[in-house]
């Protein structure tokens, strides 16, 4: 069986920065299961995975427009600190969740002022050129009903 549309697909991998660097992988953890063609990964993963067949290996690079998209400076602000006073201490690298008219969305603390604390809304990843090394595990049709909620059912 190949990977394609409405399938559940589950795969090991290992993800890398152009510096060698290790930022995620399923090691500890056990294979992803995604539904294909359903947005539930990047789409340059999606894509280098269309038509592999089960036990395939890829070593892919996948830039910044196919992955996270480009940083946007539009993204960082200037909050009022007074927003975050149901926190403790509010430092750099923290990351919250916040309400916005287009749904929730995770920001990243930069810098904490007297007044203001500098947030950014851009994904962690923005930016950052994707090495991916990816074996498919398993693949198989999917349910009507994951098809229809667009993601595999959690497994227990």
């Given amino acids: 069986m190949q990977v394609a549309k409405d399938r559940v697909v589950s795969i090991d991998y290992t993800l890398k920065d152009t510096e060698g660097t290790l930022l995620d992988s399923s090691e500890g953890r056990g294979p992803l299961a995604y539904l294909h063609g359903a947005g539930n990964i990047i789409p340059g993963l999606e894509q280098a995975l269309e038509g592999q067949d089960n036990g395939a290996s890829v070593e892919v ?16 602000q200037d909050v009022p600190k007074q927003m975050f006073d149901s926190v403790d201490k ?17 920001i990243t603390v930069r810098e904490v002022g007297d007044e203001t604390v500098k947030v950014d809304a851009n994904h962690p990843l923005a930016g950052v050129t994707l090495n991916f090394d990816v074996k498919v595990v398993d693949i198989r049709d999917a349910t009507s009903e994951e098809v229809e909620n667009g993601q595999p059912e959690q497994q227990q």
């Fill in 90 to 106: 509010v430092e750099p690298g923290m990351q919250f969740q916040a309400q916005t008219p287009n749904g929730a969305q995770l």
């Fill in 61 to 76: 690079t996948i830039e910044p427009s196919n992955a996270y998209g480009e940083r946007d400076d539009n993204l960082i």
